[in-house]
C-alpha cells in the first residue's frame, strides 16, 4: 500500500489551490474531496440542507470512497483533499492511521464570508472548524505529537518555504516548479460540485499567491453570520498555535 496523504481542510480555505499545486507535481494520484461527494450527493446524502429531488448518485456511499481510495493507494501514492465534518463517524484508530495526515486553516473571518457569499443559506453544520479541531486534537491524542498545520495567510504569503516545510512534515519531496502553473485550467475536471463554480478564479491564476478579496467584511454580514465566526474563531486559534512556521 502507497501512502495516503490527507490534506484536511475547511470549506473556502484555498484548499483546492493546494491541490491544484499537488496535482502539478505528477508524482500522486490527486482527489477532489471525495468524501464529500459521497456527503453532499451520494445515495444517502447527509448535508443539512438537502431537499428530496437534489442530485444524488446510486451506489455512492462513503463505504464505496474508501474502498476506491484503497484501490488507488495500491497503485501509485494519493493526496487527497477533504473536510473532516463530513466524515466524523468514521474515526477509528485503524481507519485514521492508513493516512499521513496534514491540516490547512484559514482565518473563519475569510472563510465564513466567502462561504456566505457563495452559500447565503449555509448551515452552520457544513463550516466545518469545529470537526476539524476535533479531529486534530484526536490524532495528537493518538500519536503523541500533532500532525502538521498549514495557515493559508501563511501558504500565500510564502509559498515556497511553506510548501517546503509541508513536504518535510509528511515526508516527500519538494518540487519547486509545481508551485506555478499556466493559467486557462479547468477545476471542472476534478470538482464534482455546480460544474466548478467554486473554482472559477483558480482556473486563471498562475500559482500560490495572495488573491484579492472581493467579499464582504465581517462586519458588514448578517448577525446570523457573525455569530457563526464567534463559535468558530476558537477552534481556528486551537489549531493556529501549532502551525508551521518558518
Known amino acids: 500500500m502507497h501512502k495516503i496523504i490527507a490534506l484536511w481542510a475547511v470549506p473556502r480555505s484555498t484548499s483546492t489551490a493546494f491541490e491544484w499545486m499537488m496535482r502539478q507535481r505528477g508524482d500522486f494520484d490527486c482527489l477532489h474531496e471525495p468524501f464529500g461527494e459521497a456527503w453532499y450527493q451520494g445515495e444517502e446524502p447527509l448535508w443539512q440542507r438537502f431537499q428530496p429531488g437534489d442530485v444524488t448518485t446510486p451506489g455512492l456511499t462513503l463505504d464505496t470512497v474508501w474502498q476506491d481510495i484503497q484501490k488507488r493507494a495500491k497503485r501509485s501514492p494519493v493526496f487527497l483533499k477533504d473536510f473532516p465534518h463530513y466524515i466524523n463517524h468514521m474515526w477509528g484508530a485503524d481507519f485514521l492511521s492508513r493516512f499521513t495526515h496534514a491540516f490547512l486553516i484559514r482565518d473563519p473571518a475569510k472563510t465564513i464570508t466567502s462561504m456566505h457569499n457563495k452559500w447565503p443559506d449555509f448551515h452552520e453544520g457544513e463550516v466545518g472548524f469545529p470537526e476539524q479541531r476535533a479531529l486534530f486534537d484526536l490524532l495528537t491524542a493518538l500519536n503523541g505529537t500533532p500532525p502538521p498545520v498549514v495557515d493559508s495567510d501563511d501558504l500565500l ?18 518540487i519547486e516548479e509545481a508551485l506555478t502553473w499556466e493559467p486557462g485550467g ?10 466548478g463554480s467554486f473554482h472559477a478564479n483558480l482556473a486563471q491564476s498562475t500559482g500560490l499567491k495572495p488573491q ?12 446570523r ?10 477552534h481556528y486559534d486551537r489549531l493556529y498555535r501549532h502551525r508551521l512556521t518558518v
Not at 484579492?212 to 448577525?223: F, Q
Not at 453570520?225 to 476558537?234: E, F, G, L, S, T
Open 157 to 174: 504569503e510564502n509559498p515556497a518555504a511553506m510548501t517546503e516545510a509541508f513536504c518535510n512534515a509528511v515526508c516527500i519531496p519538494f
Open 212 to 223: 484579492e478579496r472581493r467579499y464582504l467584511d465581517l462586519a458588514e454580514t448578517p448577525p
Open 225 to 234: 453570520v457573525q455569530q457563526v465566526h464567534r463559535r468558530m474563531k476558537p
Open 186 to 195: 479547468d477545476p471542472s475536471e476534478h470538482s464534482w460540485w455546480d460544474g
